[in-house]
């Protein structure tokens, strides 16, 4: 009997009858990095279609903080082959800054031989009635007598209390008291964060380290407070000429950081030499010319952030030995 032949279905015709389909469908490409959503995908959350570039970091920024490192996890889990599907429910922000509950359902439609992911297809399903179903059953389960509730909004005072002196102090915990950038903890907590993040979806990361040439003439000549302001403009230079994404800290002293997600040793290059440039030509001090010496390297594959951050201080001091006031990558 002769085979009968399936006719091609072309992308067009794909997302033509994705478009149709109530669920939000989406197609993650590995190796470009691009993501394909539906336009119910954007109706779903309130967004204009097309609102958001086709890239993974709007599904990042969309999830809630509470629910992103579930989510990272399960992902993990799946695309490394520790568990066999992937199917998850989270929150999802929406255009109006509420948080919409859905169902992420997908799977890997295609391996490369390594066994990294090459492509991956999922929806996001509105599961906010059901959501709401099973919250309104928990409350009927419970029930707070007349007393419990008077203390519990006294509790509620107190902890309100307790929460903002936390998050002032969790605040001051994680930057430097004099330029304002991050402290040198929590630089590398986030280190941490983008290294894992850049590996999960094969794009690259950079990390610039630079320090001040010459800076203790600085503090002997013009005085200490002289110093500090000198180190309050050369991080304001930094973080002017960054992106949102990037992170900038003080790491000691006069030696700063700069970490760059989804960027290449090249483009960190282009950026070292800029901020030189605006250093070197600023009024960073009015006595005396400040220059700065920097570091640029690149995530290698597998490799442990604590060995990125010592090969950039590795190229700084290439710089140093170099005469100083240039990038050594």
């Known amino acids: 009997m002769r085979k009968a032949i399936l006719p091609e279905i072309s992308r067009e015709s794909l997302e033509a009858v994705l478009d149709l389909i109530n669920d939000g469908v989406w197609d993650w490409n590995a190796n470009t990095g691009y993501v394909y959503r539906s336009p119910s995908w ?40 520790k568990s066999s599907s992937y ?29 990294t992911v090459s492509r991956m297809i999922g929806a996001h399903r509105d599961i906010s009635a059901k959501k709401e179903l099973e919250f ?30 936390i998050d002032q102090i969790e605040l001051m915990a994680a930057r430097d008291a004099l330029t304002s ?21 094969n794009e690259p990361l950079a990390l610039v380290a630079l320090d001040l040439d010459n800076f203790k003439p600085v503090n002997d000549l013009s005085g200490h407070a002289a110093g500090d302001l000198a180190l309050k403009k050369v991080a304001n230079i930094i973080v002017t000429n960054i992106r949102e994404i990037d992170l900038s800290a003080r790491w000691g002293g006069d030696e700063f950081m700069i970490l760059l997600p989804n960027t290449s040793l090249e483009q960190a290059v282009v950026l070292a030499n800029k901020i030189r440039f605006l250093i070197d030509g600023g009024e960073i001090c009015r006595n005396v010319a400040v220059t700065a010496s920097f570091g640029a390297v690149q995530l290698d594959e ?24 240039c990038v050594s990558s």
């Not at 009927?140 to 107190?158: P, S, W």
Request: charged fraction near 35%; glycine fraction near 2%.
């Open 87 to 115: 199917q998850i429910e989270y929150r999802c922000r929406t255009k109006n800054n509420d948080y919409l509950w859905i169902e992420d359902h997908a799977k890997v439609v295609e391996w490369h031989e390594d066994g």
């Open 136 to 165: 309104e059953q928990e409350a009927k389960r419970t029930v707070l007598q007349d007393y419990a509730d008077l203390k519990t909004q006294e509790l509620i005072r107190v902890n309100e209390q307790l929460a903002l002196k």
């Open 42 to 81: 954007y109706i779903m959350l309130g967004y204009d279609v097309n609102a958001f570039e086709n890239t993974v970091f709007t599904w990042e920024s969309v999830i809630h903080p509470d629910d992103f490192d579930r989510v990272m996890d399960h992902f993990d889990s799946y695309t490394t082959h």
């Open 181 to 201: 950038l991050s402290n040198r903890y929590d630089f590398e907590r986030k280190l941490l964060v983008e290294c894992a993040r850049a590996v999960r979806f």
């Open 302 to 325: 597998n490799e442990d952030p604590l060995r990125l951050v010592i090969r950039a201080d590795k190229r700084l001091y290439e710089s140093k030995h170099r005469g100083r006031n």
